[in-house]
């Protein structure tokens, strides 16, 4: 074997130039998609929260509703025009309750002796509520902005 005096071999280190490029671009490229994941992942979360909060709402209007109906002392209930009012007994000198939907708000107005003692805000944007009475059934079926309908019968 014939061996060169002085001569060194000299090792290679590091990248070159397209071995580079070709890191980057697949990393670029994992880093792309995984934030775009990442996105669409997050936006999703934050509709889910919103439908939650939503079908929370609605409960507690169908829960609040039992609460009024399961007061005692309702001497009446008038169905008309989408509105139901309960009259109460005079013996209690309690007020009287009128629950009504207006520009996608359900409204319920506390009166007493034909006077209104206040208004409250019970839901919120809804599409519509409809109040109908079959018999003595009564409908509560309320639309909410996705089409979706969610029916309570009292």
């Known amino acids: 074997m014939k061996y060169k005096i002085g001569y060194v071999f000299k090792k290679k280190r590091g990248f070159t130039i397209i071995e580079s490029l070709a890191y980057i671009f697949l990393t670029t490229m994992i880093l792309a ?4 994941l990442f996105t669409s992942m997050y936006r999703a979360y934050l509709e889910s929260i919103q ?47 009128i629950i009504k939907s207006y520009e996608g708000k359900v409204f319920i107005k506390y009166t007493r002796n034909d006077v209104t003692q206040t208004i409250n805000t019970m839901l919120e944007d809804i599409d519509n509520l409809e109040i109908k009475g079959k018999g003595k059934l009564i409908y509560f079926i309320l639309h909410d902005k996705d089409g979706r309908e969610f029916i309570k019968c009292i």
């Not at 998609?33 to 775009?36: A, L, Q, R």
């Not at 209930?77 to 007994?89: D, S």
Request: glycine share 6%; net charge negative.
């Open 33 to 36: 998609s995984g934030i775009s």
């Open 51 to 97: 439908l939650s909060i939503n079908y929370n709402n609605y409960q507690n209007f169908f829960i609040d509703l039992d609460n009024i109906i399961s007061e005692g002392g309702i001497k009446e209930i008038t169905v008309n025009n989408n509105q139901i009012k309960f009259l109460k007994n005079d013996e209690f000198n309690s007020m009287d309750k």
